[in-house]
Antibody, heavy 119, light 113 residues
């Protein structure tokens, strides 16, 4: 079955760090760009970052630049988002998504993992 | 950054009637070299991740019912549900993938009247 499964969410204090993971199965992970999208409670979707197939290119939304790092391990079919210096406004469900071969629309999404930043 | 503006924020439509959602981008998302609009539409139901409905502005993803259609070019786009069904109650988002940062519209909530 083609799927993405996120893990690693939880409660973290402001200023703290957390790494969320996404394990892919059912497709050739190394052939696709991968993306993180987040959704604050009751709010809309916000693209966070994406990464090229071999990890050589990475892009971020301005609000997380210098704090978040996207990475991948193609041998483990896994995508990661290392989040440092977390703020209350980073509280959200974090979704991992697979890009299409032809463009950065997102045909495959995980169920998401909730990250709560609070003291 | 390309700003995506959706309208209306919400709409209530009777079962079997047409629902129309608009999306406007702050700059063109039409790539002249291939004449493609880098615009997608997603549906999100409560407690679920988004689901891709439309890409390249008008191409339905596999398995999406044909009552969903996308149109438009350049900066102005429309998602139409030709005959609203109960299972179409959801929030709908447009997204541009012309340039990073990729950006989403604010969402349109569709309900039954």
């Amino acid at each position: 079955e083609v799927q993405l499964v996120e893990s690693g969410g939880g409660l973290v204090q402001p200023g703290g760090s957390l790494r969320v993971s996404c394990e892919a199965s059912g497709f050739t992970f190394s052939s696709y760009w991968m993306t993180w999208v987040r959704q604050a409670p009751g709010k809309g979707l916000e693209w966070v970052a994406n990464i090229k197939q071999d990890g050589s290119e990475k892009y971020y939304v301005d609000s997380v630049k210098g704090r978040f790092t996207i990475s991948r391990d193609n041998a483990k079919n896994s995508l990661y988002l290392q989040m440092n210096s977390l703020r209350a406004e980073d509280t959200a469900v974090y979704y991992c998504a697979r890009d299409s071969v032809g463009g950065s629309y997102l045909p495959l999404w995980g169920q998401g993992t909730l990250v709560t930043v609070s003291s | 950054d390309i700003v995506m503006t959706q309208s209306p924020d919400s709409l209530a439509v009777s079962l079997g009637e047409r629902a129309t959602i608009n999306c406007k981008s702050s700059q063109s998302v039409l790539y002249s070299s291939n004449n493609r609009n880098y615009l997608a539409w997603y549906q999100q139901k409560p407690g679920q991740p988004p689901k891709l409905l439309i890409y390249w502005a008008s191409t339905r993803d596999s398995g999406v019912p044909d009552r969903f259609s996308g149109s438009g070019s350049g900066t102005d786009f429309t998602l139409t549900i030709s005959s609203l069904q109960a299972e179409d109650v959801a929030v709908y988002y447009c997204q541009q993938y012309y340039s990073t940062p990729l950006t989403f519209g604010g969402g349109t909530k569709v309900e039954i009247k």
